[in-house]
Nanobody, 120 residues
Framework: QVQLVESGGGFMRPGGSLRLSCVVS????????WGWYRQAPGKERELVAT???????NYVNSVKGRFTISRDSARNTVYLQMNSLKPEDTAVYYC??????????????WGKGTLVTVSS
C-alpha cells in the first residue's frame, strides 16, 4: 500500500507565494519520477511540473520562471514552490509519483489533492 499526502495549499493574494509538499509512504523500493498536476474548475487536469530521480525537471509554459519543483529522496517528499501567483493558478493541485514496489513492480499513484486559491 502506498499513500500520498499533499499539504500547503490555501488562499493567497496575487503575487504571493505558497509551497506545496507531498509525502509518499508505504511499500516503496524506489521513486523514479515525481509530478505535480492541477485541475481548475471546469477544466481538465494538466501537468504542472515533473522531476526525475536524477533531478531533471520540466514545467508547463504557464508556470516557467515562477514555480520550482524539488524533491527530497531521503524523506520521500516532493515540493512545489509557487511564486508570483496569479488568479489563473487557482486549482486543486495533485501529486503523482511513479514507484517501484517490492514484490509488486512499478505503478503510478495519485494524491487526493490540495486546493490553491489565488484571488484579490
Amino acid at each position: 500500500q502506498v499513500q500520498l499526502v499533499e499539504s500547503g495549499g490555501g488562499f493567497m493574494r496575487p503575487g504571493g507565494s505558497l509551497r506545496l509538499s507531498c509525502v509518499v509512504s508505504g511499500n516503496i523500493f524506489s521513486i523514479n519520477n515525481w509530478g505535480w498536476y492541477r485541475q481548475a474548475p471546469g477544466k481538465e487536469r494538466e501537468l504542472v511540473a515533473t522531476i526525475s530521480n536524477g533531478g531533471s525537471s520540466n514545467y508547463v509554459n504557464s508556470v516557467k520562471g515562477r514555480f520550482t519543483i524539488s524533491r527530497d529522496s531521503a524523506r520521500n517528499t516532493v515540493y512545489l514552490q509557487m511564486n508570483s501567483l496569479k488568479p489563473e493558478d487557482t486549482a486543486v493541485y495533485y501529486c503523482k509519483v511513479h514507484i517501484v514496489q517490492v514484490g509488486v513492480g512499478d505503478a503510478y499513484y495519485w494524491g487526493k489533492g490540495t486546493l490553491v486559491t489565488v484571488s484579490s
